[in-house]
């Protein structure tokens, strides 16, 4: 049981990356799957979430209007679409799973499966 994320890497600001999690070892869409994100000395913080069920989709003020969070159940698999990327959206990113968390919920504790985390670097 597991989730791997993947995508990241640098890119200019205004580019864009496309970043995936890949749940293996259970359907992905019993659980509610979490985009957080960790910039240095910064503690980690929630991006966007997308439900379990029905595939409702939230967002941080931070990062609504330019990031589109989407699954693909017939791969198993997440994806977080970032356009417009900031420089302050540099961080390790890193998707989790929770058969708990209610809708837009980024309290850590209730994400009970993590992925590993990749690092996207924007560039100025």
């Known amino acids: 049981v597991q989730l791997q994320a993947s995508g990241g890497g640098l890119v200019q600001a205004g580019g864009s990356l496309r970043l995936s999690c890949a749940a293996s070892?259970?359907?992905?869409?019993?659980?509610?799957i979490g985009w957080f994100r960790q910039a240095p000395g910064k503690e980690r913080e929630g991006v966007s979430c997308?439900?379990?069920?029905?595939?409702?989709?939230y967002y941080a003020d931070s990062v609504k209007g330019r990031f589109t969070v989407s699954s693909d159940n017939a791969k198993n698999t997440v994806y977080l679409q970032m356009n417009s990327l900031k420089p302050e959206d540099t961080a390790v990113y890193f998707c989790?799973?929770?058969?708990?968390?209610?809708?837009?919920?980024?309290?850590?504790?209730?994400?009970?499966?993590w992925g590993q985390g990749t690092q996207v670097t924007v560039s100025s």
């Open positions: 070892g259970f359907t992905r869409d019993d659980y509610a």
């Open positions: 989790a799973a929770s058969g708990i968390a209610g809708m837009g919920d980024y309290d850590e504790s209730k994400y009970e499966l």
């Open positions: 997308i439900s379990s069920s029905d595939g409702s989709t």
